[in-house]
């Protein structure tokens, strides 16, 4: 061995103690993220095999492929605590705990008084048939870019209101989707491309929802439009951003025709404006 190459291993032995396997790499964004927001959380590796995992609380949450590496969405709302959010990242032999500010944000507030007639109550089918919608986490990731909106009217009800019912707050209510102010039969769209995997009917069953599509983007992300005159998807169809699913109706719990759109990520309701006008990958 020359002594060029002996001192070449040298440095590199020194090397591996100075910094043992580098690697784990994680960003979070948005960095200043507010209730309502998606937290992504982007990961690389060394190891190709060695898949992450990430913590929040003692909840874990998928981790999925992407273009160079890995991401998790961590879901916010406006029933989280405001404050830091330690989130955990295993990878490569290593953790890193991540400490991140959830900012307070503060939702427009309604007061409903509701009379002696209650409303219809959901059916156990419908609870079952969303229920079962909300837990899907598609591996394939089929949105691109920033979504679309489902409607053309205004927005009429902005994500996360909170509710006073009979002058008591309702502190598990929040607003689940922002709602637009569309006339009875104008055109609903796809906001982003995906999966039709629920079409529900207000004659099945569907009292509280109405006539219900619901959309799987992929990696845990999900649109349900609720209240629906008319449905142009069948289960099992691909949608393109903008194509058309449906006409905006008043069926179920509505008291006037509008779109609901509401967007799950990983099972939690969050704000879809975010996903309108910012890429989320
Ligand atoms: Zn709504």
Same mark, same amino acid.
């Given at each position: 061995? #020359? #002594?060029?190459?002996?001192?070449?291993?040298?440095?590199?032995?020194?090397?591996?103690?100075?910094? =043992?396997?580098?690697?784990?790499?994680?960003?979070?964004?948005?960095?200043? =993220?507010?209730?309502? +927001?998606?937290?992504?959380? $982007?990961?690389?590796? +060394?190891? =190709?095999?060695?898949?992450?995992?990430? #913590?929040?609380?003692?909840?874990? &949450?998928?981790?999925?492929?992407?273009?160079?590496?890995?991401?998790?969405?961590?879901? $916010?709302?406006?029933?989280?605590?405001?404050?830091?959010? $330690?989130?955990?990242?295993?990878?490569?032999?290593?953790?890193?705990?991540?400490?991140?500010?959830?900012?307070?944000?503060?939702?427009?507030?309604?007061?409903?008084?509701?009379?002696? %007639?209650?409303?219809?109550?959901?059916?156990?089918? !419908?609870?079952?048939?969303?229920?079962?919608? %909300?837990?899907?986490?598609?591996? !394939?990731?089929?949105?691109?870019?920033?979504?679309?909106?489902?409607? *053309?009217?205004?927005?009429?009800?902005?994500?996360?209101?909170?509710? &006073?019912?009979?002058?008591?707050?309702?502190?598990?209510?929040?607003?689940?989707?922002?709602? &637009?102010?569309?006339?009875?039969?104008?055109?609903?769209?796809?906001? *982003?491309?995906?999966?039709?995997?629920?079409?529900?009917? !207000?004659?099945?069953?569907?009292?509280?929802?109405?006539?219900?599509?619901?959309?799987?983007?992929?990696?845990?992300?999900?649109?349900?439009?609720?209240?629906?005159?008319?449905?142009?998807?069948? !289960?099992?169809?691909?949608? %393109?951003?903008?194509?058309?699913?449906?006409?905006?109706?008043?069926?179920?719990?509505?008291?006037?025709?509008?779109?609901?759109?509401?967007? &799950?990520?990983?099972?939690?309701?969050?704000? =879809?404006?975010?996903?309108?006008?910012?890429?989320? %990958?």
């Amino acid at each position: 061995m #020359n #002594n060029k190459i002996k001192s070449l291993l040298t440095t590199a032995f020194i090397l591996s103690f100075v910094n =043992p396997a580098k690697a784990l790499e994680v960003n979070i964004s948005p960095v200043a =993220p507010q209730q309502g +927001d998606t937290i992504s959380v $982007t990961i690389t590796t +060394d190891d =190709p095999d060695s898949i992450p995992t990430l #913590n929040l609380n003692q909840k874990t &949450y998928p981790v999925l492929p992407i273009d160079n590496g890995y991401r998790a969405f961590v879901p $916010t709302s406006p029933l989280d605590t405001p404050g830091k959010l $330690t989130i955990q990242v295993t990878g490569d032999g290593t953790t890193k705990n991540l400490g991140v500010w959830l900012k307070k944000r503060s939702f427009p507030v309604q007061r409903i008084w509701l009379s002696g %007639k209650a409303s219809r109550p959901a059916t156990q089918l !419908e609870l079952n048939r969303v229920g079962e919608f %909300k837990k899907l986490v598609t591996p !394939e990731k089929y949105w691109n870019g920033t979504f679309v909106r489902p409607n *053309a009217a205004r927005v009429s009800s902005v994500f996360g209101v909170r509710r &006073y019912y009979n002058g008591v707050f309702a502190n598990n209510y929040y607003h689940k989707g922002v709602d &637009y102010a569309g006339s009875a039969g104008s055109t609903v769209v796809a906001p *982003a491309a995906g999966k039709v995997r629920l079409v529900g009917k !207000e004659a099945q069953g569907f009292h509280v929802h109405g006539n219900t599509v619901g959309i799987d983007h992929g990696q845990g992300v999900l649109s349900i439009f609720l209240h629906l005159q008319s449905i142009n998807v069948q !289960e099992g169809d691909f949608v %393109k951003p903008g194509q058309k699913i449906g006409t905006v109706g008043n069926t179920g719990a509505s008291t006037g025709p509008h779109l609901h759109w509401g967007l &799950y990520v990983n099972g939690v309701a969050v704000d =879809p404006v975010p996903w309108r006008f910012g890429e989320i %990958k």
